[in-house]
């Protein structure tokens, strides 16, 4: 599903399982004034594209997702991340809609990244890797929707750090963007959001396999960091109601004792610890901890006010897109409180915009999970533009 590309070829890595890639040899200019050449974008695509190529959808992923966001994860085997939301006659349906989903700048299942081959080393780049921003994943996205021969999106969506991303679509190219979902996201990042991520990062480079960034050769990775940073960040993804619903102050059940016991040591005790250690030890398998690093810098440095004089209005001034800012009431990682400042901008800066706080228990992790007033709205709000 593309059109002639002087500048691109396939890219394939047989570990990685993907379907599409493809490698751009334009050099791509970053915010930090470094230059990436080639630039290797993995993605998914769902539906069908229609003749004057305008029913295109991109969706943007969050920290740790992927490009799988309605097909099988080819390392764990799972389903996509999105099925609820993606797929024939869903809210995002893929009947009447080309679904696009790329694989960040900077991530690791398939685009360039720091375990990335350095052509001028011929190593992974490891640390060498130039470091990122949200916008730069955005400029990556534009390159692969070009390779596609798509000028314009019906839509752009994204939650968490995808919404960033949607947020930063019709700012870049206010041309190109009909309309964008941001859902449970931030126009910029806090300082507990800063603090929680130096968290993690420091965890990764304690692990003495971490080695600088240097552990790609031979594949002991700092496992154990990158675990504890996994349980830290985890934690803000959930909500104090919901870990109590689900795990209160129970004990975790073993087979000396079924209905749980105090060891009196540093074991799992209780089930939130056991579940926590469980989300680190499976993280580890699918996600590498340099892209980690690097990801959650370029969420850090995310504020899309700071070139416009500190105003958000302003941002979204040369926008030409209608939005839908969707929040969530029990998410203390990105409040109802974020999503009202961006709704706020666009009113100020005469924006179409809608907004919706929903309830749930289930925090910030709320809009992966099963959430049908969540689909309804997206649903009614695609409609509503066709």
Known sequence: MSVADPFAAPCTDERLGLRRCVRISKPLKLDSGATLTPVDIAYETYGSLNADRSNAILICHALTGDQHVA?????????????????????????????????????????SGPASIDPATGLPYAMRFPVITIADMVRAQQML??????????????????????????????????AAVIIASTARHSAQNIAFHEVGRAAIVAD????????YADGNAPVAGLAVA???????????????????????????????AKTFGFDADFQVESYLRYQGISF???????????ITRATDYFDLAEDHGG???????????????ISFDSDWLYPTAESRNIVHALHAAGKAATFVELSSPFGHDAFLLDAPEMNRVIDGFLKAGR
């Open 71 to 111: 097909s099988d994860h080819p390392i764990t085997g799972k389903p996509g991340w999105w099925t609820r939301a993606v797929g024939p006659g869903k809210p995002i349906d893929t009947d009447t809609h080309f679904v696009v989903c790329a694989n960040v700048l900077g991530s690791c299942l398939g685009s």
């Open 145 to 178: 929707l070009d390779h596609l021969g798509i000028e314009r999106l019906a839509a752009v969506i994204g939650g968490s750090m995808g919404g960033m991303q949607a947020l930063v679509w019709p700012t870049l190219y206010p041309e190109r963007v009909e």
């Open 208 to 215: 003495p396999n971490w080695r600088g960034g240097d552990y």
């Open 230 to 260: 996994r349980m830290a960040a985890h934690i803000t993804y959930l909500s104090e109601a919901g870990l109590t619903e689900k795990f209160g102050r129970r004990l975790q059940a073993r087979p000396e004792s079924p209905d749980g």
């Open 284 to 294: 580890v398998d699918r996600f590498d901890a340099n892209s980690y690093l690097y």
């Open 311 to 325: 105003s958000l209005a302003l941002a979204f001034a040369q926008s030409r897109a209608r939005y839908c800012i």
